[in-house]
């Protein structure tokens, strides 16, 4: 079993930046993949990074590719979602999700979720 915490979601401005941040806690280890998803209002959650937290390559949507990074923090057992040159597409709610079964961009594949965060970004 594995819980999952989200905080740093806020309001920003277009063209700005903020950093996600989800506690991991439980029975996690470095087996396992850690992802991040979002869901605008009146749209299905959507994929948005995901990587293995032992490392390796992540995998990104091609909306948030070259402006979104997922990174992880080992001692505080944390998985980051950096997130620069916002765009008013960005605002939903954020998701962070852990799975053993392999690295996916499908939502189906993760099974611990965290009760989200909200971005807005509007000027």
């Known amino acids: 079993q594995a819980q999952l915490n989200e905080s740093g979601g806020g309001l920003v401005q277009p063209g700005g930046s903020l950093r996600l941040s989800c506690a991991a806690s439980?029975?996690?280890?470095?087996?396992?993949?850690m992802a991040w998803f979002r869901q605008a209002p009146g749209k299905e959650r959507e994929f948005v990074a995901a990587r293995y937290w032992w490392g390796g390559s992540p995998l990104y949507a091609d909306s948030v590719k070259g402006r979104f990074t997922i990174s992880r923090d080992n001692a505080m057992n944390t998985v980051y979602l950096q997130m620069t040159s916002l765009e008013p597409a960005d605002t939903a709610v954020y998701y962070c999700?852990?799975?053993?079964?392999?690295?996916?961009?499908?939502?189906?594949?993760?099974?611990?979720w965290g009760q989200g965060t909200q971005v807005t970004v509007s000027s």
């Open positions: 999700a852990a799975s053993r079964r392999g690295l996916t961009t499908n939502q189906n594949g993760y099974d611990y």
């Open positions: 439980g029975r996690t280890d470095s087996s396992w993949i």
